[in-house]
């Protein structure tokens, strides 16, 4: 048995209400008009939560954008008894506090995929009460058909040993089937079953790298503070004063680095609908590591981005930090950011307009002004912002030639499907990338899933951009840098992987897939000489 904790961001969802569900998948009449009902619903507006609205109470749709399911499709149950507010929806709806529940010890819970997929994992979370009502024993299925089954995985006597617990199984599958089914066939003695969460993944368990740990190096991890050691001595203490000063948003910290504020009208913090790398470009502040760290948030955790930014309405923003013994805070940003010669010289959407990644860097800087007496975050380590916006400051790293490019790409991959923050960077400059590009040294980088088999990861670039061979900046790729196995670049290459901390309940788990960039116009790159100079 494997077991980790699975992350999750909420999707675009529909429920239906029924009380008929076994007629209805017995007669294809009745079958055309709940497709011809699902088309008709999902031109509906999403409600103010983001969840969808009602329909059959044993239904629940998913676009192909959803996490807890590997494409698009309908989710159903085999009894219609779900109290109000325990719905079949509550399983994927990314919320942990809350459940499905049906009054039988035992039930079905059924997956129509838009498209046939092969499951290689899947993933239960037991509700917050109740373990007596906890799944115990259950197979999963799969089905080209609907009708005949194929009994992928068995298991027996399972307790969890937590609340809100998820435990994740691997799948010897190779087979892709339209149709799942998760049979719970007893609980734990309660003549009510419930669950909290359910995910089915695409890709298999991602295992383990305990084998890797003896070639790391640079803990964070302590025992007597949760921001980890490189929180524990440096910063100053904790008083209301200083408390009170943050979260007014007309309080502003110093200039510094010869930087100045300006105002910038906030129209869109989400440009692309959604938190993603590409709402992070440097430009002024040598603080790639925080922007590497924000760029790896948004990827594994969007809904986290989206959770601690609140946009007050007046062009000002709050935002929920960590002050450093750990403990939850709220900050207040203006819009006013570093500008240099009118431009926004903060940290910038591809339109060059601020986006969350400026409010957020923004908030980081007030942090500095009120825990390290300076609000120069020049050279911030990318252990120490992540603990700053997570909460968690455990963390350790893979230095150069420590692993070989196979274990290289496994400890990526293994972090990053565990819900890991991943920054990587290179020893050396101007080495050559895929024929291409450039590396930049004393550098950070947003690290993602391989795009393909051809390559072992791959590494972003905060300025959104990358040095070519040919001189200059390509700015059409996002900055990414797709890293292959070339005997040259992988022994570069140090990582530093990083706990989620609060934004665990926020990922996608086994699901995550590449970074791929949306599309948007390419703008002359605008990074500072003496970050072009120092790499930072």
């Given at each position: 048995?494997?077991?980790?904790?699975?992350?999750?961001?909420?999707?675009?969802?529909?429920?239906?209400?029924?009380?008929?569900?076994?007629?209805?998948?017995?007669?294809?009449?009745?079958?055309?008009?709940?497709?011809?009902?699902?088309?008709?619903?999902?031109?509906?507006?999403?409600?103010?939560?983001?969840?969808?609205?009602?329909?059959?109470?044993?239904?629940?749709?998913?676009?192909?954008?959803?996490?807890?399911?590997?494409?698009?499709?309908?989710?159903?149950?085999?009894?219609?008894?779900?109290?109000?507010?325990?719905?079949?929806?509550?399983?994927?709806?990314?919320?942990?506090?809350?459940?499905?529940?049906?009054?039988?010890?035992?039930?079905?819970?059924?997956?129509?995929?838009?498209?046939?997929?092969?499951?290689?994992?899947?993933?239960?979370?037991?509700?917050?009460?109740?373990?007596?009502?906890?799944?115990?024993?259950?197979?999963?299925?799969?089905?080209?058909?609907?009708?005949?089954?194929?009994?992928?995985?068995?298991?027996?006597?399972?307790?969890?040993?937590?609340?809100?617990?998820t435990k994740t199984y691997a799948v010897e599958n190779e087979e892709e089937y339209r149709y799942y089914r998760l049979s719970i066939q007893s609980n734990h003695g309660a003549s009510s079953t419930q669950l909290a969460e359910l995910s089915l993944a695409a890709s298999a368990f991602v295992g383990d790298i305990d084998d890797l740990m003896s070639k790391s190096s640079g803990s964070t991890y302590s025992p007597d503070n949760v921001m980890g050691t490189q929180h524990a001595?440096?910063?100053?203490?904790?008083?209301?004063?200083?408390?009170?000063?943050?979260?007014?948003?007309?309080?502003?910290?110093?200039?510094?680095?010869?930087?100045?504020?300006?105002?910038?009208?906030?129209?869109?913090?989400?440009?692309?609908?959604?938190?993603?790398?590409?709402?992070?470009?440097?430009?002024?502040?040598?603080?790639?590591?925080?922007?590497?760290?924000?760029?790896?948030?948004?990827?594994?955790?969007?809904?986290?981005?989206?959770?601690?930014?609140?946009?007050?309405?007046?062009?000002?923003?709050?935002?929920?930090?960590?002050?450093?013994?750990?403990?939850?805070?709220?900050?207040?940003?203006?819009?006013?950011?570093?500008?240099?010669?009118?431009?926004?010289?903060?940290?910038?959407?591809?339109?060059?307009?601020?986006?969350?990644?400026?409010?957020?860097?923004?908030?980081?800087?007030?942090?500095?002004?009120?825990?390290?007496?300076?609000?120069?975050?020049?050279?911030?380590?990318?252990?120490?912002?992540?603990?700053?916006?997570?909460?968690?400051?455990?963390?350790?790293?893979?230095?150069?030639?420590?692993?070989?490019?196979?274990?290289?790409?496994?400890?990526?991959?293994?972090?990053?499907?565990?819900?890991?923050?991943?920054?990587?960077?290179?020893?050396?400059?101007?080495?050559?990338?895929?024929?291409?590009?450039?590396?930049?040294?004393?550098?950070?980088?947003?690290?993602?899933?391989?795009?393909?088999?051809?390559?072992?990861?791959?590494?972003?670039?905060?300025?959104?951009?990358?040095?070519?061979?040919?001189?200059?900046?390509?700015?059409?790729?996002?900055?990414?840098?797709?890293?292959?196995?070339?005997?040259?670049?992988?022994?570069?290459?140090?990582?530093?992987?990083?706990?989620?901390?609060?934004?665990?309940?926020?990922?996608?788990?086994?699901?995550?897939?590449?970074?791929?960039?949306?599309?948007?116009?390419?703008?002359?790159?605008?990074?500072?000489?003496?970050?072009?100079?120092?790499?930072?």
């Open positions: 048995m494997n077991v980790f904790r699975m992350k999750k961001h909420h999707a675009k969802s529909l429920r239906w209400k029924m009380n008929t569900d076994s007629f209805l998948m017995k007669s294809g009449f009745l079958f055309s008009i709940l497709l011809l009902s699902f088309c008709a619903a999902s031109c509906s507006d999403d409600d103010e939560q983001g969840k969808g609205r009602a329909f059959f109470q044993t239904y629940w749709a998913l676009d192909a954008n959803n996490s807890s399911m590997p494409c698009g499709g309908t989710l159903w149950t085999q009894y219609s008894d779900a109290p109000v507010g325990s719905e079949v929806g509550k399983l994927v709806d990314n919320d942990l506090d809350t459940k499905y529940v049906t009054y039988h010890s035992n039930v079905n819970i059924n997956w129509n995929g838009n498209s046939s997929v092969s499951v290689k994992s899947y993933s239960l979370t037991s509700a917050a009460d109740s373990p007596e009502a906890d799944p115990k024993s259950w197979t999963l299925s799969g089905s080209s058909d609907n009708q005949k089954w194929v009994v992928l995985d068995t298991q027996k006597d399972q307790t969890f040993a937590e609340r809100k617990q001595e440096s910063d100053l203490s904790v008083t209301q004063e200083k408390l009170l000063w943050l979260k007014d948003p007309n309080k502003e910290p110093d200039p510094f680095a010869g930087l100045s504020w300006a105002g910038f009208q906030v129209s869109n913090l989400y440009p692309f609908g959604e938190p993603c790398p590409a709402d992070v470009n440097q430009h002024s502040i040598g603080d790639c590591c925080l922007c590497a760290v924000m760029g790896s948030l948004s990827y594994v955790y969007p809904g986290f981005i989206k959770n601690i930014i609140k946009n007050n309405g007046n062009q000002t923003f709050t935002v929920k930090l960590y002050d450093p013994k750990g403990q939850q805070i709220e900050v207040g940003v203006s819009n006013l950011f570093v500008g240099t010669s009118g431009s926004l010289g903060a940290s910038s959407g591809k339109s060059g307009q601020p986006t969350w990644s400026t409010v957020l860097e923004k908030a980081v800087i007030k942090w500095f002004q009120a825990f390290r007496n300076t609000s120069d975050i020049g050279g911030i380590g990318s252990e120490y912002a992540a603990a700053i916006i997570t909460g968690n400051g455990s963390s350790f790293a893979f230095a150069p030639e420590k692993l070989t490019p196979a274990e290289l790409q496994r400890a990526v991959s293994v972090s990053l499907k565990r819900g890991k923050l991943v920054v990587g960077g290179f020893t050396k400059s101007d080495v050559p990338v895929d024929g291409k590009y450039k590396t930049v040294s004393a550098h950070a980088y947003t690290v993602s899933l391989p795009v393909d088999d051809t390559m072992l990861f791959v590494m972003r670039n905060p300025w959104g951009a990358v040095p070519t061979i040919s001189g200059g900046h390509d700015g059409t790729g996002d900055g990414m840098l797709f890293i292959k196995d070339d005997n040259t670049v992988p022994p570069l290459i140090d990582l530093r992987i990083m706990e989620p901390g609060a934004a665990e309940e926020f990922g996608v788990g086994g699901n995550l897939s590449p970074y791929t960039p949306p599309s948007y116009t390419p703008m002359p790159m605008r990074i500072a000489p003496h970050l072009l100079r120092t790499g930072r």
